[in-house]
Structure formats: structure tokens, C-alpha cells
T-cell receptor, first 111, second 116 residues
């Protein structure tokens, strides 16, 4: 079956530091890949996505590249802000809408 | 972007009562809706998948009679927690997707359920 493995947290960074959150996946076919963000007490919001190999998803300074050869979709941001503090979920989808989520990585950015 | 409204956002009730949570897609037709449960500092656990006009598909270990799901229209799904007990206290999140496969899900803001 499908699975998503995320870098364990929590991750604590200083403002303006470089962020990487690793994500690898296993899938039987050719999934679409997503990063979602969850702020405290809220649901999940789509951060970015990539639908095929070598696609790069980007949004709000975050980027992730769909690497088929390494089955990875690592999330990066060059300079994090305090407002980026949240839980980040990597996910894949093959069937219509049904997604497999990683365990989430909690990011705390300190001023 | 697509919007999913979940209501209520917070419920506190006595043990033994039933609680209904609504999930509405506001600007698109949601052929499929998903219900998740999330424990503190943990990932989302898929409880069930509901398709409009048909019975929900429950994940292994989820009690169908405990968590009743109805998806009567393309814009509304409901989750009813029947005879709730303290162990049912959790954060419940719904999501919706349209007819195109491999598209992201659109999530509601979640419902925090506390059973006293």
C-alpha cells in the first residue's frame, strides 16, 4: 500500500534560518504529492503541490520538487518567519481525493 | 479557492448525548467527503469516506454504529457521534474533493469535541 514518511520533529529554528523538512513516499502508481500546513486549532490548508516527476510546487516562499528517482518531496524555505510556526504534513494522492498523510512535523520559529 | 465549512467548531456536552457535525462545500460539488480524527500532536486518522448518495466506507477499527455518516447531497456531509463518551473527545476534521482525481483535498477548520 501507499505510505508517506516524514522527518520527525519537532523542529526549532531561529527567524531567517533555512528550513528543510524531509518527506519520502512509497506508492504503487504515479501519485500527486502535497504539502499541507495546520495552524493551531485549525484544519489543514494546502501549501503546495506537484502532480508529476520533476514538477516543483511553490507558495509563500516554500518549495518542494517531485523526485521520482528518490521518491522524495522535501519541503524547503530559504528564510523562515515566526508566522511559519505550524505543523506541516506531506501527503500523496492516487485515488480520487483519497490521500495518505505523513505523521506531521511541528515547526517552531523563534524571533 | 475552494471553501469547506465545518460546523460547529467546538462542542462540549455530557456523556451519553449524540453530536452532529456538518461539513459543507460552499463553492464546488463534493462527490467525495472524508472524515478524520486527530489526537493531540498526532497525524490525521481517516475514519471514513463518503460518496454522495451511497453508504460510507469505514476504515478498519472504526465503529459504524458509533460514527454515523450521511452524505445526502453534493454539498453536505454529516458525522453524528452517537452516545458520546469521554474517549470520543477529539478533533474531527472533514475534507472534500471534486470529481477530478489526484487533486488536493479541501479541509474544514475542524470541530473540537469535548465529552464530559
Amino acid at each position: 500500500g501507499n505510505s508517506v514518511t516524514q522527518m520527525e520533529g519537532p523542529v526549532t529554528l531561529s527567524e531567517e534560518a533555512f528550513l528543510t523538512i524531509n518527506c519520502t513516499y512509497t506508492a504503487t502508481g504515479y501519485p500527486s504529492l502535497f504539502w499541507y500546513v495546520q495552524y493551531p486549532g485549525e484544519g489543514l490548508q494546502l501549501l503546495l503541490k506537484a502532480t508529476k516527476a520533476d514538477d516543483k510546487g511553490s507558495n509563500k516562499g516554500f518549495e518542494a520538487t517531485y523526485r521520482k528517482e528518490t521518491t522524495s518531496f522535501h519541503l524547503e524555505k530559504g528564510s523562515v518567519q515566526v508566522s511559519d510556526s505550524a505543523v506541516y504534513f506531506c501527503a500523496l494522492s492516487e485515488d480520487a481525493g483519497k490521500s495518505t498523510f505523513g505523521d506531521g512535523t511541528t515547526l517552531t520559529v523563534k524571533p | 479557492g475552494a471553501v469547506v465549512s465545518q460546523h460547529p467548531s467546538w462542542v462540549i456536552c455530557k456523556s451519553g448525548t449524540s453530536v452532529k457535525i456538518e461539513c459543507r462545500s460552499l463553492d464546488f460539488q463534493a462527490t467525495t467527503m472524508f472524515w478524520y480524527r486527530q489526537f493531540p500532536k498526532q497525524s490525521l486518522m481517516l475514519m471514513a469516506t463518503s460518496n454522495e448518495g451511497s453508504k460510507a466506507t469505514y476504515e478498519q477499527g472504526v465503529e459504524k454504529d458509533k460514527f454515523l455518516i450521511n452524505h445526502a447531497s453534493l454539498t453536505l456531509s454529516t458525522l453524528t457521534v452517537t452516545s458520546a463518551h469521554p474517549e470520543d473527545s477529539s478533533f474531527y476534521i472533514c475534507s472534500a474533493s471534486g470529481q477530478i482525481s489526484n487533486q488536493p483535498q479541501h479541509f474544514g477548520d475542524g470541530t473540537r469535541l469535548s465529552i464530559l
